[in-house]
């Protein structure tokens, strides 16, 4: 026990390295076996943060690291450019068809995240995430289906979708009509009002080549980012690559995000207590500085202790179980449905009791509503 605490020390110095961009000069690593070696390896490529520790343990001098092992994590960091590389025609490709269709599209995650870091290339993202809204939710559908014949996609663009998919071998561009989706009606009218007056034409700018990319507005992105590690958790786990770009995000817009507005949503939306949690987790154990975190108290250290230890051990590999509606009358899957919402609420009560009540409230009302309108 106590060898693996010493492991996941490094593993931590490690990652803090590669997301500040320092070097680990730390005498400890020193006490790293090949065995401790093996272990920060399973964890980095656990936790999704491959390619960002593998490049920090290759500059370790005073490691012995047998060349075959090095040799693999060098493919593996060369493998996340290539990757990016290859995806970056697919996203060119996509937002130039959409802004040809009068589309304005904002894109979420992924690149835009990766930009924060000293290396973009070497944080991982399998997905293309770009939000056209709503309103052009269907012209968007039938633009990407054009721009990519014969590519395979969804059979359906419900409108209740969150997204359309398109996929692409090992890639998937998921073309989004909301970025998130809400089981409380209050919730999902305040948040997607936000989200209107956020995701538009008018947000920041990055430069790909030759190509012009929005990014959201930056309280709402800082939020956002958050908000789907969050909902990651609930769903399938948090992994420490998503901890880290809610550090990352947070270092980079520290003088820019609006706190008023920030305070609003995390209490609008119930998740202020979860919130403090995952600060106090940046703070401790990614690097952060207090005065990055806004609303930071080590009043819940105990719950975020709890919470820090389930995603160092399960990271995002919980199953979510789904449901087989197949012969199941209407009424019977409904109940099986809610069953399972419930068993989310408890899987999160021990570390957020406040959200997991509202979540219960969300999904009694959620499934009222969609009773009456027959879904």
Known sequence: M????????????LLKAAIWGGEL??????????EGVNEVIRLAAFQGTGPLVFD????????ETPDALRMQMKQQCMMSMKQQNAMMPLLSQAWKALTEAGIDPVLLKGFGLAQYYPQPHLRQWGDMDVYVGQKNYHLGCETLRA???????MAEEGDDYKHYNFEFGNAVL????????FAHPRDRRYYEKWEEQSLTKEGPKIEVGDLTITVPEDTFNVFFVFLHAWHHFIETGMNLKQMCDIAVILHAKRDVIDKNRLHEALKKLHLMEVWQQIMYILVKYLGVAKEE???YTDKLAKRAELLFERIMQEGSSRRHEEINAEGVSYIKRKWITFQLRLADSRLV??????????????????GVERIVHGK
């Open 25 to 34: 000069t730390n005498e400890r690593v020193k006490e790293l076996t090949i």
């Open 56 to 63: 920090q343990l290759l500059k370790l001098k005073d490691v």
């Open 293 to 295: 975190c806004p609303y």
């Open 2 to 13: 106590m060898q693996m605490m010493k492991v996941q020390k490094i593993y931590l110095e």
């Open 174 to 181: 998921e073309m989004h009509r909301i970025s998130m989706a």
């Open 349 to 366: 009560k021990p570390y957020a009791p406040k959200y997991a009540r509202h979540m219960v409230v969300s999904d009694l009302l959620h």
């Open 147 to 153: 721009a990519f014949p014969g590519v395979k996609h």
